[in-house]
């Protein structure tokens, strides 16, 4: 956004996010941080052209932990983000997730399929909160008028990842770089679609600037099993390390894979950036994580 020459306000309680990610950005002229909980008052002083919501913990570790603030940042922080971006007249975009279609009966995912979600589930916090989330954005489209956009992403990885986020990408590359057994849950058959951050990027700005109104999948289509990607990352980092298969949780979803026909129509975007290749840059930033001191 600062290279397009926006301004950007960055707003986060840090319950799940890290200072750090942003810190080579403090100074910008154009940039500024508050530490605020987008479930409370919500208030921004002047003009804004453009209301991003991603507020919310994202990966199965995160949101089981923080379960309650997961369902309160789905509902009341959206409510308060979208009030905001109706007093100040700007576009909104919401930050939802293939969650949504919960274990899908239908593969690949399009985003005319209403998904198959247990919402009394382990997962449910999550995925509840996103399809509210959904649901509230297009009722103040309908009702209020207010300019949206909804992107659904798929499993996104790369560079400022948390080392403890419990994602497989980042379990898989600390748990190689530390010579421990790789944790692989079920059989490892389950697939998922890995799209690299700066094309996830690229994707979510595209759609912004779009006049999509109803939500569109941003992901990477190119599948894989969970243990073929075990395999590449042990490739990736060399060492001994192992596979080591645990029981598989509950509600995990058995396939994810994104249909992005619609972002190819609609907004000219697929994935350039090789799983390969964005594995090397991202065991990099992990490898300098485990090698700087404390």
């Known amino acids: 956004m600062l290279q397009e020459g926006h301004e950007v ?27 605020q909980d987008v479930t409370e008052y919500l208030h921004i002083d002047g003009q804004l052209d453009y209301v991003l919501h991603f507020a919310s913990p994202a990966s199965p570790v995160d949101y089981q932990r923080f379960s309650i603030q997961t369902l309160k940042v789905g509902s009341l922080g959206t409510h308060k983000a979208l009030g905001l971006a109706k007093a100040k007249g700007a576009r909104f975009l919401l930050a939802s997730t293939s969650e949504v279609y919960g274990d899908p009966l239908v593969h690949p995912q399009r985003e005319d399929y209403w998904g198959n979600v247990n919402p009394i589930g382990p997962r449910g916090v999550y995925d509840e909160a996103k399809r509210f989330a959904e649901a509230i954005t297009m009722a103040y489209h309908r009702f209020h008028g207010l300019e949206t956009r909804i992107a659904r992403i798929f499993n996104t990885y790369g560079p400022r990842m948390r080392p403890d986020d419990g994602r497989v990408v980042s379990n898989f590359i600390n748990q190689a770089l530390r010579g421990q057994p790789l944790t692989v849950y079920g059989d490892g058959s389950q697939t998922r ?61 058995r396939v994810r894979q994104p249909d992005i026909g619609l972002a190819r129509a609609r907004l000219a975007w697929e994935p350039t950036v090789e799983i390969t290749e964005g594995l090397v840059v991202t065991i990099v930033h992990f490898r300098k994580l485990l090698q700087s001191p404390g």
């Open 193 to 253: 679609s890995f799209c690299y951050v700066s094309d996830m990027v690229e994707g979510i700005y595209r759609l912004l600037m779009s006049n999509e109104v109803e939500p569109v999948n941003l992901g990477n289509p190119k599948e894989l099993t969970v243990t073929e990607l075990a395999h590449m990352v042990l490739r990736a980092v060399g060492g001994e390390s192992t596979i080591e298969f645990h029981p598989l949780p509950v509600d995990d979803p």
């Open 9 to 35: 306000i960055c707003l986060d309680n840090l319950i799940t996010g890290r200072i750090e990610n942003v810190a080579h950005l403090i100074g910008h002229d154009g940039f500024r941080v508050i530490k």
